[in-house]
C-alpha cells in the first residue's frame, strides 16, 4: 500500500489540481463562449431571413429534433423561418441554417455556420461574397429536393457544385435537401 | 547537447539546428495539416508555443519529484490540461480562429514534438533554461508552420493572408488546387526539407 | 451495408494517414522496414480500436449522464474530453508495452521507442476525437467499425510505405533528399493515389 501511495501521489495530486483549473477556466469563459456561439447563430439567421426585425421577440419550437426559429417582421407579420440543420462533412459536421418563406414555399437563403471543409475548396459553401454556390438556393421552390450537376444547371431544382470540392457540395446539398422533404412540411400553418 | 549550454544558445538552437519540424521531423501531423493557409499556421503555432512552455515550465518545476515509469502520464496530463486551456481560450477570444482549426487543437496533445522536449531537456534542467529551450522550440515550430503556409497559401490559392497577391482570372481557372489538397502538404514538406538539408550541408562546408 | 460504408470510407476515402495527417512521426519513423511496418500496424490497430471503444463508453455512458443529472446540460462536462482521452489512450499503450513484452520480445525490441510513442500517435487520438464529431458514428457498433478501419487503414500505409522503402535504399536519390526528404515526396505521391479513392461509397 504505502508503494503504491508512494508511486502515484503525484500523479494523483496534479489529476485533482488540473481538474480544478479546468473546471475554473471553463467556467470563467464559458459565458464568452455561449455568447460567441449565439451571436454566430443571430447573424445567420438575419442573414437567411432578412425581412426579420431583431426587436420583434423569436419563437423557437423543435420540429422532429431540429430547432426552428419563427422570426417576426417590424410589423408583427410572419418574416420566415430559420431551421437549424447539420449533417456529415468532410471532416466535422457542417452546420447550416436554412431561411424558408412564410408560406414555406421558398427557400429565403442557406448559410453554413460552422464546417471544417478544405480551406481554398470546400470552403467555398461559405455564404460570402465570391462564393456563388450558397447563393444558387436563393428564392428556389422547396416543393422538389435538389440535384447536383457539374455543368450549368439546366433546370430551377440543380445546384451547380463547387469545382474541386464536389463533396462539400453534396454535403451541403443533402443538408438542404433534408430540410426540405423533413421539416418544411411540418411548418405550423398561421 | 551539452550541459553547459546557455539560455540564449538552447533558446537559438530550437529555431534553427533542432527546428522540430524541418530538422528532427517532430511534430508534422499539425505542420501538415494546418498550413494550407497563412493565418491557421500562425495560430496553431501561437497555440503551440503556449502549450509547449506551460508543459516545460510545470515538469521542471515538478523535475525532481516526478517518478521514472509515471512520467508519460503525467507529462501527458500536463499537456491535456493546457491544450484544453488554450482550446477554451481561442473560443472565447479567437472565436472565428478557433471554428475554422478547432479540430486540431486537441492534437497538440499527441505532438511529439511537446512530449520530446518534455522528456528531453524539462526533465533534466531548471527552470531557466527549459524555459527558454521552450521559447526556442515554439518559435522554430511557428516559423516552419508559417514557411510551409506561405508556399501553400500562395500556389494554391493565389493569396496571403487571404489578400489576392496571384492575377485571380489566372488563379480562378489554373490554381494549384492539389497545393491545399493533402498531397500538396507532403510535397512541399519533402522539398522544403531537401532544401533546408542542402543549405545546413553547404553551411557546414563553407565554415 | 452500413458498416461496409464507414469501413471503405476510413480505409480509403479519409485514410487518417493521408487525407486527415494523423499519425505521421510514426509513419515516417516505423517505415523501414516491411514486418516492423506490419507490427507497428497491428499494434496501432488493437488500441485504437480498444481507444475507440472506450472513450465512446466515456463519453456517452459518463460524462454525459453526469452531467445531465448534475447541470441539466450533458455538454457541461466536455472540458473533461481531451484529458480523459488521452489517459485511456496511455493505459493502453502500456497494456500492450507489457503484453509484447511479454509474449514477443522480438517485436517489442525492435519497435523499440516507438512503442510508448503510440500514445502519442495522433491517428488514435484523432480517431476518437472523430468517432465522438461525426453524425454517423454515434452509435456504438458504427463507432468500433470506424475505429477498427482507421486502425487498418493506418496499417496499409505504413506498410505500402516500407514496401516503397525498402526498394528506395538500391536508388540514387539526390544527397539533401535523402532520407526525410524522399519519403515525404513519395507519401506526396501516395496521397496522391489515395485521392484517387473519392467516390467510392457514395
Sequence with gaps: MKKFIDESWLVLTMGIAFAALLAGAQTTWQGKIRENQAKALNLAVAEVVPAMDAEQERETLDIDGNTVFKCRAADGSLAGWAVQASGG?????????????????????????SHLETPGLGNKIERVEGNPFPYQFDGKSTATPFALTKQTPATDSEIQAITGATYSSQYTMDIVNDVLTRIVPQLPKE | MAAETGNLEQFKTGILDNNPVLVQLLGMCPALAVTNSVENALVMGG????????????????????????????????????????????KAYLFKVS??????????????MIICRAEVVAIKNGVGKSLADAFGIGIGFTLSLLTLGIIREILGSGTFLNYQVLPKTVWDTHAWIIM???????????????VVNYMRERGKVGA | MEFIAILLSVVLVNNLVFQGFLGICPFLGVSRKVDMAFGMGCAVTFVITMAGAITWIIMHLILHPIAGNMFGDKLALNFL??????????SMVQLVEMYLKKFFPPLYTS????????????????ACLYIYMKPETQSFLNALTYAFGGGIGFMIAIVIMA??????????????????????????ILALAFTGFTGIGK
Aim: charged share 10%; aromatic share 8%.
Design chain 1, 89 to 113: 462533412g468532410f471532416i466535422d459536421k457542417i452546420n447550416v441554417v436554412v431561411g424558408i418563406s412564410p408560406d414555406g414555399s421558398e427557400i429565403i437563403g442557406v448559410k453554413v455556420v
Design chain 2, 47 to 90: 497555440a503551440a508555443t503556449f502549450v509547449v512552455v506551460m508543459s516545460n515550465l510545470i515538469t521542471s518545476l515538478l523535475r525532481n519529484l516526478i517518478k521514472p515509469h509515471v512520467r508519460i502520464l503525467i507529462f501527458t496530463l500536463t499537456i491535456a490540461t493546457f491544450v484544453t486551456i488554450a482550446d477554451l481560450f481561442l
Design chain 2, 99 to 112: 471554428q475554422a482549426i478547432g479540430a486540431f487543437i486537441p492534437l497538440i496533445i499527441v505532438n511529439c
Design chain 2, 180 to 194: 491545399i489538397l493533402p498531397p500538396g502538404a507532403f510535397l512541399t514538406l519533402g522539398v522544403v526539407v531537401g
Design chain 3, 81 to 90: 474530453q481531451y484529458v480523459a482521452f488521452i489517459m485511456v489512450i496511455a
Design chain 3, 111 to 126: 519497435l523499440g521507442v516507438f512503442l510508448p510513442l503510440i500514445t502519442t500517435n495522433c491517428a488514435i487520438l484523432g
Design chain 3, 163 to 188: 514496401g516503397i522503402r525498402e526498394h528506395l535504399l538500391f536508388s540514387d536519390v539526390p544527397k539533401p533528399f535523402r532520407g526525410a526528404g524522399i519519403t515525404l515526396l513519395v507519401a506526396g
